[in-house]
């Protein structure tokens, strides 16, 4: 058997002009030094590839490796694309660890993910979607709102001022990121309670949730909006991300537990998850959970949400990788 390929988007911060949006596209590169020295741990051979040209992605995968590591999160710094280059490997009928294409193209639409989990009963905050133009002049639903692209991920795009309180504001926001991102913008209601996300993991057929996380945001309260934004999530040395760490387990009664792991295991379901994933939730002023959005290909550093919940269950990193692996091929083969 020849080597496992570990496959991720080369980042240049060329792709981004002058913006930090690239900051998180780049960590990337933690996710694949960790699969990469823990696959030498488990004696699998693998070779590290970024895709930086596609007609060469498709040359060199002639002959095909036995799997490959699905890590790309974009292409050329368009995270739009994510899913074409999972797309090619299904094409090319090579097994891929992580989300199908189909998946991940829904996943990156947040509108058409929040159509689905709503047609299918699931919670998620109300919201609208502005194409360009004029903006309405009322919302069918109160302030404050949360403003943010429907098509990016990693709160690409996601700042303080994107939690607005008047209509001012909201034409403000709205029309600058329009400009900015040049893609449909999601106005939604913003809900004041806990966040929190459940990671999931599939393994030999039967789905399980990984221990609850919290994302903590007393201490952001105090200075206004308790919102996870782009700094919190990527800037190591900004306030917001001092402010915002991730607890797992987290602190949480019974029958919460319970129903956001339902509520976690029904999204996967319903938007076809592969693998692993994760889903976060918000609650409101009652406590009631509402999943935010579906993220397929989470993160897997090693000081990532995902790898805490997999250390809080008691899954080593190599297991884990290994358990990727006997999903995708058969046992015989590794």
Not at 71 to 82: D, H, I, P, S, V
Request: charged fraction near 25%.
């Amino acid at each position: 058997m020849g080597p496992f390929w570990i496959l991720y988007n080369a980042v240049e911060e060329l792709y981004h002009g002058a913006t930090k949006d690239w900051i998180s596209e780049a960590a990337v590169q933690e996710e694949v030094e960790a699969v990469y020295a823990h696959l030498e741990i488990l004696g699998f051979p693998c070779i590290r590839y970024p895709i930086t040209d596609v007609q060469k992605l498709v040359h060199d995968l002639s002959p095909s490796p036995p799997l490959i590591f699905n890590l790309c999160e974009g292409f050329r710094g368009n995270a739009k694309k994510e899913m074409h280059v999972a797309a090619l490997l299904e094409l090319l009928e090579i097994p891929f660890t992580g989300n199908s294409a189909k998946t991940l193209g829904i996943a990156q639409d947040k509108d058409l993910t929040k159509r689905i989990l709503s047609a299918s009963g699931i919670p998620t905050p109300r919201w609208v979607v502005y194409h360009g133009g004029n903006l309405p002049h009322s919302i069918p639903f109160s302030f404050p709102l949360i403003v943010k692209p429907s098509q990016e991920d990693a709160s690409v795009g996601i700042e303080k001022r994107n939690v607005v309180k008047d209509m001012k504001s909201l034409h403000q926001v709205t029309k600058d990121l329009y400009e900015q991102y040049r893609e449909p913008i999601l106005i939604e209601e913003f809900l004041p309670g806990r966040e929190f996300n459940v990671s999931l993991l599939e393994r030999e057929g039967e789905l399980h949730t990984l221990p609850i996380s919290e994302v903590s945001l007393k201490d952001l309260e105090q200075e206004g909006s308790a919102l996870v934004s782009y700094e919190a999530k990527w800037i190591e040395d900004s306030p917001e991300f001092r402010l915002t760490p991730s607890i797992c387990p987290a602190s949480v009664s019974p029958e919460l537990a319970e129903t956001l792991r339902t509520l976690a295991v029904e999204t996967w379901k319903v938007l076809g998850g592969k693998d692993y994933g994760r889903v976060d939730f918000r609650l409101d002023r009652e406590g009631n959970p509402y999943v935010l959005e579906f993220n397929p290909n989470p993160d897997i550093s090693l000081q990532a949400g995902f790898s805490k919940a997999l250390k809080a269950a008691g899954i080593p990193y190599e297991e884990f990788l290994k358990i990727l692996i006997e999903n995708n091929l058969p046992l015989k083969e590794t």
